[in-house]
């Protein structure tokens, strides 16, 4: 039996970075990556904590409505919304289910509706226009003041195929470039929605939110602006991440963040991202057979990023030859990837490692990519 733990560390320019993938997603949970359109976008949704990671992967295959779910209150939670439980048992056919909580959650949030038979149906897949408007839902459950009214009716090629209950929500979504369609004024109403279109979707009611700079919601997609001049808001170790990860990582987090200028900026039952100054962040999240490591930083050259980072890859590794390697090329993390890319651990456990390029306005700079594989 394998379990396999993934690193995948990310180390990018701050501003204007345009990221150009080429399979940096995993094998197993990542074995799909995302569509060629649409990955820029996904990038940013991920680098943003929007993304579960039950729907980190496989991101052309068909989203279903308990999935949903999932994204949509990833963004609520980020506007700082509290949600009040006063009907625990709002469907009749979720009792049991993988997402009961977060169904029930939502349901009293207001992001969802059920069926008139009581039912949700989670498990079942969601078409373009019933998504439309689900985000539209999501919207009056953030901030019960937006005008979601369109400003006129639009023209759609398609438009026999809408369900006239639909329309106004899509005209919105459209008209607010949330939803762009499958071409000009092409909405394909009818069509399943998939994981990549629906993670756009939340991504991009992110930024009208932030845009509107509405009262009720707190820089939603802005939860990674760790690099801010200003000294982050220190968080805490909660005992539901200390349920979910070793005592070895919950050790070396405390001990990282002991440095005055590495705190704990964000934190769930399973992810955190650890913030170094205004030089970088360290974002660690697991899903359900692997530990996933995502950084970046604007200094290469700055020890107190390295030291931070290399104690959280030397923890997930438990032959320590990322200590040995790194302590050898002397502090030197882009010596430390070339040896890792040549590093084979015994027959069966070793480092994948893959680099890429990124760019900005005027410099250049190697996006390196790490997987641990372990036998157990």
């Known amino acids: 039996m394998k379990a396999k733990i993934s690193i995948v560390l990310l180390i990018m320019l701050l501003s204007s970075v345009i990221v150009y993938p080429n399979n940096i ?16 976008e996904i990038n940013l949704a991920l680098n943003h904590n929007l993304v579960p990671d039950d729907l980190k992967g496989n ?11 999932l994204l949509a209150l990833e963004l609520y939670k980020k506007t700082g919304n509290n949600v009040e439980i006063t009907n625990p ?7 049991g289910h993988k997402y009961e909580n977060e169904l029930i959650m939502a349901y009293n949030a207001g992001i969802i509706n059920g069926y008139e038979d009581g039912t949700f149906k989670p498990d079942e897949k969601i078409t373009r226009q019933e998504i439309a408007a689900l985000i539209v839902q999501l919207l009056k459950a953030i901030d019960s003041k937006e005008d979601l009214n369109a400003s006129k009716s639009y023209d759609y090629i398609d438009a026999a195929d809408i369900d006239e209950w639909v329309k106004p929500y899509i005209d919105y979504c459209y008209e607010n470039k949330i939803l762009k ?42 939860v990674s602006h760790s690099h ?17 990860f070793s005592e070895e990582i919950v050790t070396a987090i405390e001990e990282i963040t002991k440095n005055d200028n590495v705190n704990i900026t964000d934190i769930t039952s399973k992810s955190a991202v650890i913030s170094i100054s205004n030089i970088g962040m ?59 890319i040549r590093k084979k651990i015994g027959e069966k456990d070793y480092f994948e490692a893959q680099s890429l390029k990124i760019s ?11 997987r641990y594989y372990d036998s157990l």
């Open 59 to 69: 991101y052309t295959q068909n989203i279903l409505r308990g999935e949903y779910v």
């Open 360 to 370: 900005s306005d005027n410099n250049e700079e190697v996006l390196y990519t790490f």
């Open 282 to 340: 360290i974002n660690i999240v697991k899903s359900k057979y692997e530990i996933t490591l995502y950084t970046s930083t604007n200094d290469l050259d700055n020890v107190t990023f390295e030291i931070a980072l290399l104690k959280m890859l030397e923890v997930l590794d438990e032959t320590e030859s990322i200590k040995n390697i790194y302590q050898e090329s002397k502090l030197s993390l882009e010596n430390s990837v070339e040896k890792l």
């Open 89 to 95: 048992e709002p469907f009749i056919d979720i009792k």
């Open 25 to 40: 997603y995993a094998k197993d949970n990542y074995s799909s990556g995302p569509s060629k359109w649409a990955e820029d």
């Open 228 to 244: 801010s001049e200003e000294k982050s808001q220190e968080l805490y170790i909660t005992d539901e991440f200390n349920n979910n």
């Open 181 to 222: 369609g499958v071409s000009e004024l092409q909405i394909n109403p009818k069509g399943n929605a998939t994981r990549e279109q629906s993670i756009i979707l939340i991504y991009r009611l992110g930024i009208k939110l932030d845009k509107d700079n509405t009262e009720s919601v707190n820089d939603v997609i802005a």
